[in-house]
């Protein structure tokens, strides 16, 4: 089990029953479900517009059963009132929220099935060197990125991010800097007060290209820059450096490093081992 590295994050979340009660009951409201399919993929909305039950969900402090319970127990409430045009919407937000449950079991039940995931190579040619320089700028919010970097920083001070900006963090490093997964997937375990095994590597691997997903997902960083932040309001709060001459250069030129990394992945998924 990686151990967590680094001073206490400022900015986490509460351990304890208390606290994850405390959260579970200012999430699962009418207001709250609806808005969640729409604030999930932009760290701006997602801080306040997710469910932020992982970290209690991974250490075992609620179970799967008693989130879905609270969940149904919201629905069953709705339909006691308002129309049905707002029971609908409730109810489809909460089809979503399901999902998500699911995909969580499925993360694990994968582990169960293929426990050299969080080890293995599943292709002749995966990355092996780790150029330090690269990854160092990584870690610490310096690659010239903003949008990468402004979520590095996040995730220094709150342990947390939402999903989308977790799997562009792991596609550009892996991608983008040609970095091996393995040390990529150990400083982000290192850093998430929700890692969970399963979850963690399941996620790593695809967004790095090395899963046996048959789909290669990869995040443009300034695409979705401007996709999740196009105000610049998320850069402006977490790297207010950015734009001064104490901000670097990009370490790598963004299109040149697309091209040359989705190259790279396809001739290595011409070489799985089985």
């Known amino acids: 089990m990686p151990q967590a590295v680094g001073d206490d994050k400022p900015l986490r979340m509460i351990g304890g029953r208390a606290q994850a009660r405390a959260v579970a009951a200012k999430f699962f409201t009418p207001a709250k ?5 729409f604030s999930i993929s932009s760290p701006l ?8 039950l992982s970290p209690y969900l991974a250490y075992g402090v609620v179970s799967d059963r008693e989130v ?8 069953n409430r709705v339909h006691g009132q308002g129309d049905a045009t707002h029971i ?3 109810e489809d937000a909460a089809r979503f929220y399901v999902d998500r449950l699911i995909w969580r079991q499925g ?4 582990l169960e099935n293929h426990t050299g995931l969080e080890t293995d190579a599943f292709y002749c040619d995966e990355p092996a060197e ?3 320089e690269f990854l160092n700028a990584w870690q610490q919010g310096r690659t010239g990125f903003a949008y990468v970097d402004a979520c590095q920083r996040f995730l220094q001070q ?5 999903m989308r900006a977790r799997a562009m963090l792991v596609s550009f490093a892996c991608v983008q800097l040609g970095l091996p997964w393995q040390p990529v997937a150990l400083y982000l375990a290192q850093q998430f007060l929700d890692f969970e095994p399963a979850i963690h590597y399941g996620q790593v691997r695809i967004a790095s290209g090395t899963s046996h997903f048959s789909q290669m997902l990869v995040y443009d960083p300034l695409k979705q820059q401007a996709e999740q932040d196009p105000k610049g309001e998320f850069v402006k709060r977490w790297l ?8 670097p250069a990009p370490i790598v030129d963004n299109a040149e490093s697309l091209k040359l990394g989705k190259a790279r992945l396809h001739a290595m998924r011409q070489s799985r081992l089985d």
């Open 107 to 110: 993360y694990l039940q994968q």
């Open 33 to 37: 479900l609806r808005s969640y399919p």
């Open 130 to 132: 780790v150029n330090q």
């Open 45 to 52: 909305k997602a801080w306040s517009g997710c469910s932020r």
């Open 88 to 90: 609908a919407k409730v």
């Open 68 to 75: 879905l319970q609270k969940l149904n127990a919201l629905v």
């Open 158 to 162: 709150t342990g947390w991010l939402n």
């Open 240 to 247: 207010p450096e950015h734009g001064t001459a104490n901000y």
